[in-house]
């Protein structure tokens, strides 16, 4: 065990020993295994959005199996999907790469301003599948949202209680929020303490933009000299706002960008002292080699390479 593993699994003291396993092994697996940070792939965009809009820039995605093959063959440090997906892999690739199954999930064939995710899966899915943890996304500002967390916080205890890791995905939507506010630095330092508080140990959010929530907000950043002007200093408020850093806190890879686009986001990442990446569909919407290629230049930065 590495000695930054050591430190970051300390922060989680109350937690059982079969989930500090978990947690271990997702530490110390794939290209990034010691260093303390974690690049996930995340393949929950079918049942999101829809397979054509998901998996038809590359047709190969349609088959589960390719996506997992990808993390083992990427070296990422876990692989996140829904039950039916995680159902047609489980068995075949058993034990090569950590495993998060999603438990809720909604989908878009209808708009919903006010978000409230149908749970999916259970907690005894995840164990009957061999995953190291559970997966759920949140929706704060969004009118259903506390209904959210009650679910949130019944499945959380069933997970600790059985010895799984949670990861939290904390996406500002609904309510008062502006689509600017959903990532204004405010609101995204928010998302990440409301997922903190409610016991992940994990927890997933969007790249902060420099814009605020309302002009209240900006005035008392300002005021206490909170540094915004930069990816990175943005970057780092997010992680202080995750238990000033003692909680793993990664960052999505949001809509589809360039190769220069992902690496400069990721160096300021590294920068603002970000655990990682989550990365999904600008991995799996490019074609393999060049996907495991951008995979490899993402981790070469999280390692210091």
Known sequence: MSARVKEILSWYGSDSPGTLAKMYRMLMHGRLAGTGRLCVLPVDQGFEHGPARSFAPNPPGYDP???????????FSAYACPLGAMEVVAREYAGQVPLILKCNSHE???GDPEPLPAVTATVDDALRLGCDAIGFTIYPGSSRALEGYEQLRELTAEAKAAGLMVVVWSYPRGGDLTSVGETAIDV???????????????????????????????????????????????????????????????FSGGAKA????????????KAGNGFGSIMGRNIFQRSRSAALKLAADVMKIYAGK
């Open 65 to 75: 199996r390719y996506h997992i093959e990808m993390a083992i063959e990427g070296g």
């Open 108 to 110: 878009s064939l209808h």
């Open 188 to 250: 995204v330092a928010y998302a990440a303490q409301i997922a903190c508080q409610m016991g992940a140990h994990i927890v997933k959010v969007k790249p902060p933009t420099n814009d605020f929530s309302a002009p209240a907000l900006e005035q008392m950043y300002r005021a206490n000299k909170i540094p915004t002007a930069t990816l990175a200093e943005r970057f780092a408020h997010v992680v202080q706002s995750a238990f000033d850093g003692r909680r793993i806190i990664i």
């Open 258 to 269: 360039s190769d220069k686009e992902i690496i400069d986001t990721a160096k300021a990442i």
